[in-house]
Each structure stands twice: as C-alpha cells, then as structure tokens.
C-alpha cells in the first residue's frame, strides 16, 4: 500500500509544479508585460535540447557503448555525466536562443520571461504530468487494479514503477515539487546569466553558466544513483532556491536602464518615434 501521506504529498507536487509557473506567468505579464515570444521560445528550446538532442546522446552513452554503458553503473560517473549533459545543452541552447531568435530582447524581464518558459515548461511536463500519473497509479496500488495497466506497460516497467512508489519516502514526493519549483528559479537565474553575457558580448559567461548548471545539478543527479538522506537534498534543495532568488533581483543592476524597456515591436516603435522628436526643430 501507498501512505496516505505519500499520496498527499504527491498531490501537493503537482499542485506546487503547475500552479506556480502559471501564477508566476500571469503576475509578469501584467506587472511587466514580458515578452510572450520570450516565453515561448524558452519552452521550445528546453523542449528541443533536453527532450531531443540530450535524449539522443543519453541513447549512445547508457545503450549503444558498452564502454560508457559500464561507466555510467558507478555513481559518481552517473552524476557527473548527467550534471554536465545538463548544464552543456541547456545553456548552448539558451546561448542559441538570445543571439539567433530573441535579438531584439535584452533586458531584464526578458531574461526572465524566458527563463519563465524554459523553467516553466519542464515543471508542468516532468513536475505536473508524472506527478499525475504517479497519484493515479498510487490509487490503482491501492485498491488493486494496477494489474488493468498489463496491456498498457510492459510488465517490467510496470512493476519497477509499482517498487518506486512504495519505496519512496513520502518526503521525497514532496521534494520533487518543491524541486521543480526551485529549478524554475535556478533556470530564470542562468537566463539571466547567459542574456547578460550575450548582452555584454562576453562568451566565457556561458562556460561559466554551464559550470554552474553542473555544478548545481550534480547533488541531484548524485541522489538518483544512491538515493542519500532525503533530508540533505531538501536543505540543498532550499539553500539553492535562496541564491538562486538573490542573484535574480541582484542582477537586476547588471541590466541598467533595461529592466521597465518595453521590448521586442513596442521597444522599436517607441525609439522611432524619440528619433522623431529629436529631428524636429525647435519652436523660438
């Protein structure tokens, strides 16, 4: 049997993974008006880097080399790889993503409105969706129907998820939510990394966002490998949601005179019309 208390928790993931980029995202429109364009190619590079290009390479280092398959067993290695896959295809992309289709977007809330998707959108498909579907088969464990997913699932998967729900501590449930919610702040904090190093021209910024990723990702990866005290994850969990919140208003500063543009069409207009002015000669 599934807890009570581990069902409540995973309910509370899913809560916490979709209500707070939708909440967020209404809130910055109508108090900044961000960049819709900002946000939606956020979401799209997140998908198109992670769920395409990374799951690619994933496919050749766990399945297709023997030599890497093996290597990837040990923990350590399992960690460092993923913190670096992760950390090397999210912030090429998000480099990719400012210097080739958000050239107009460079100011501050931009930085934030596509952190808000790439973040955004990885909480509600990894944080909302399995969490869904984590509560459903936890009830289907419990009132013993599981067994109606047979023709769904293969029977190997089926009972390795089956394990994982009553394996893990209802702590844990709860942590993946809160997860997902500190990666969305970690993700709109390396946008503005990365926006503020194409801004500046400056391309070591990049390595050292993806430095950071890593180095960010790596206690995560490292607890999927030998699943430590829950506990020591949730205080890493919550330590880095507080830098990640600081360097966000912090870095405000590094964006001077930019954080209330108005962006993309309505910025040009606006310069446009300035330019007007200034050409118009003086009334005597």
């Known amino acids: 049997m599934v807890s009570n208390l581990?069902?409540?928790?995973?309910?509370?993931?899913?809560?916490?993974s979709i209500g707070v980029p939708v909440g967020l995202l209404i809130y910055l429109h109508q108090r900044h008006q961000i960049s819709w364009k900002a946000v939606t190619v956020g979401a799209l590079v997140w998908f198109f880097f992670t769920q395409g290009l990374e799951k690619m390479v994933h496919v050749?280092?766990?399945?297709?080399?023997?030599?890497t398959a093996a290597l990837m067993k040990k923990p350590l290695w399992f960690a460092l790889y993923g913190a670096l896959a992760a950390g090397i295809f999210e912030e090429v992309g998000r480099y990719i993503a400012f210097t080739a289709w958000l050239k107009t977007l460079r100011a501050w809330k931009d930085g934030v409105a596509y952190g808000l998707g790439?973040?955004?959108?990885?909480?509600?498909l990894i944080g909302g969706i399995m969490g869904v579907q984590s509560v459903l088969m936890a009830r289907m464990i419990n009132t013993g129907t599981l067994g109606d997913l047979g023709g769904k699932l293969p029977p190997e998967a089926l009972e390795q998820a089956k394990n994982l729900l009553l394996s893990t501590p209802p702590l844990a449930f709860l942590a993946g939510g809160l997860e997902r919610?500190?990666?969305?702040?970690?993700?709109?904090?390396?946008?503005?990394?990365?926006?503020y190093g194409v801004r500046e021209g400056k391309i070591a910024i990049l390595f050292a966002a993806i430095a950071a990723h890593a180095v960010i990702d790596f206690p995560v990866a490292l607890y999927q490998a030998i699943r430590y005290d829950t506990l020591y994850l949730f205080l890493y969990l919550v330590a880095l949601f507080g830098i990640s919140l600081i360097f966000i208003f912090w870095s405000r500063r590094l964006f001077p005179g930019a954080a209330e543009e108005p962006t993309g069409e309505p910025a040009k207009e606006r310069n446009r019309s300035e330019g007007k002015n200034r050409n118009k000669p003086k009334k005597q």
Do not use: T
């Not at 050749?60 to 030599?67: A, E, G, I, K, S």
């Open 181 to 195: 919610n500190i990666a969305l702040a970690m993700q709109i904090a390396l946008s503005l990394l990365v926006l």
């Open 6 to 16: 581990s069902i409540l928790y995973m309910s509370l993931s899913v809560l916490l």
């Open 118 to 124: 790439h973040g955004g959108i990885e909480s509600l």
């Open 60 to 67: 050749y280092v766990f399945d297709v080399n023997p030599f």
